[in-house]
C-alpha cells in the first residue's frame, strides 16, 4: 500500500542551528502534504498546509519565517525549523493526501530535540 | 475553536480484555469523527471512522459510535490483543475538510 517516510526519525541538534525534516511519498504523487507538530501531553497541532509548487499555508501562530516548507515536488516536501530553540523540541509528523483526493497517509514522524 | 478530548493514557491491559479509550469533542455543526492507531515505528493509520450521528465505524474487531447527545466517539474491542499495542488518537474534521483536529493520544500495551 501507499507508504509516506520521514527522515530523520530522530535529530538532536544544537541551538541556534537549522534542522531540515523530509516526508516522502513513496508510491503515489502528492500534491498535497501536512505538517503537523505534537508538544509533550499535548494534541497534535496541524502547522501547515504544504501545496505541490506553491506557498504552504500556516496556521495561526506558526511562525512561517521559522518554520520553512518546501513541496518542490509531487513526492517530497521539506520542513526547516531554523535557529532552533529548546522549545522547538516536539514531534514532527508530516501526511500526504493522494492525488485523488480519497486517502491521506502519515509518516512515522520526526523527533526533534534541541539542546 | 474545534477540539478533542481523549482518555490519558497510558492504559495497560491483559490478553483477551476489554477495551474502552473515551473521546469526546467540542465542535460546531456535524464534524465526522475518526480515531486513527500509530503501532510502534510506523505512521498513523486509520482505523475507522464515522461522518454522522449514529454511525457505527468499525474495523478489526473496534467498534466506536457517533453520539451526538452526547459529543462522544469511544473506542471499544471486546477482546484486546497484543498486537494492538500502539497509541490511539481520536480526531475531527469539519465539512469535508482536510484539516484534522486531534486529540493527545492514548498509548495501549496488551501484555500476554
Known amino acids: 500500500g501507499a507508504v509516506v517516510s520521514q527522515h530523520p526519525s530522530w535529530v538532536i541538534c544544537k541551538s541556534g542551528t537549522s534542522v531540515k525534516i523530509e516526508c516522502r511519498s513513496l508510491d503515489f504523487q502528492a500534491t498535497t502534504m501536512f505538517w503537523y507538530r505534537q508538544f509533550p501531553k499535548q494534541s497534535l497541532m496541524l502547522m501547515a498546509t504544504s501545496n505541490e509548487g506553491s506557498k504552504a499555508t500556516y496556521e495561526q501562530g506558526v511562525e512561517k519565517d521559522k518554520f520553512l516548507i518546501n513541496h518542490a515536488s509531487l513526492t517530497l516536501s521539506t520542513l526547516t525549523v531554523t535557529s532552533a530553540h529548546p522549545e522547538d523540541s516536539s514531534f514532527y509528523i508530516c501526511?500526504?493526501?493522494?492525488?485523488?483526493?480519497?486517502?491521506?497517509?502519515f509518516g512515522e514522524g520526526s523527533w526533534l530535540t534541541v539542546v | 475553536g474545534d477540539s478533542v478530548t481523549q482518555m490519558e493514557g497510558p492504559v495497560t491491559l491483559s490478553e483477551e480484555a476489554f477495551l474502552t479509550i473515551n473521546c469526546t469533542y467540542t465542535a460546531t455543526g456535524y464534524p465526522s469523527l475518526f480515531w486513527y492507531v500509530q503501532y510502534p515505528g510506523e505512521g498513523l493509520q486509520l482505523l475507522l471512522k464515522a461522518t454522522k450521528a449514529d454511525d457505527k465505524g468499525s474495523n478489526k474487531g473496534f467498534e466506536a459510535t457517533y453520539r451526538k447527545e452526547t459529543t462522544s466517539f469511544h473506542l471499544e474491542k471486546g477482546s484486546v490483543q497484543v498486537s494492538d499495542s500502539a497509541v490511539y488518537f481520536c480526531?475531527?474534521?469539519?465539512?469535508?475538510?482536510?484539516?484534522?483536529?486531534f486529540g493527545k493520544g492514548t498509548k495501549l500495551t496488551v501484555n500476554p
Open positions: 480526531a475531527l474534521s469539519q465539512g469535508g475538510s482536510e484539516k484534522l483536529v
Open positions: 501526511s500526504a493526501r493522494t492525488g485523488n483526493g480519497n486517502t491521506i497517509y
